[in-house]
Nanobody
Framework: QLQLKESGGGLVQPGGSLRLSCATS????????IGWFRQAPGKEREAVSC?????????YYGDSVKGRFTISRDDAKNMVYLQMNSLKPEDTGVYYC?????????WGKGTLVTVSS
């Protein structure tokens, strides 16, 4: 059974950092692209970052997070990470991990990030 489970969210002051984790199971992580999305209150879910399958090795970032966020993966541990630095209040939202497996999008339940003083 494919599962994604996010963790690492919390309350942080503007300018601070957080590292989100996504624990994956039920598929071979190295063979798939995996992404982070977020949804702010009252807004639609948006793409934050994506890591292509390991043999391809590319990463993508939304314009609003370029230079501040870094996606990484540890295929041996079935983990994906999102290092978030220089956080801003507009980064507040629920962060989700996503993988498209056999044409179906799978999502975790999300982890809440709140950037506030």
């Amino acid at each position: 059974q494919l599962q994604l489970k996010e963790s690492g969210g919390g309350l942080v002051q503007p300018g601070g950092s957080l590292r989100l984790s996504c624990a994956t199971s039920g598929f071979t992580l190295a063979h798939y692209a995996i992404g982070w999305f977020r949804q702010a209150p009252g807004k639609e879910r948006e793409a934050v970052s994506c890591s292509t399958h390991t043999s391809d090795g590319r990463t993508y970032y939304g314009d609003s997070v370029k230079g501040r966020f870094t996606i990484s993966r540890d295929d041996a541990k079935n983990m994906v990470y999102l290092q978030m630095n220089s956080l801003k209040p507009e980064d507040t939202g629920v962060y989700y991990c996503n993988v498209r497996f056999n044409g179906v999008d799978y999502w975790g339940k999300g982890t809440l990030v709140t950037v506030s003083s």
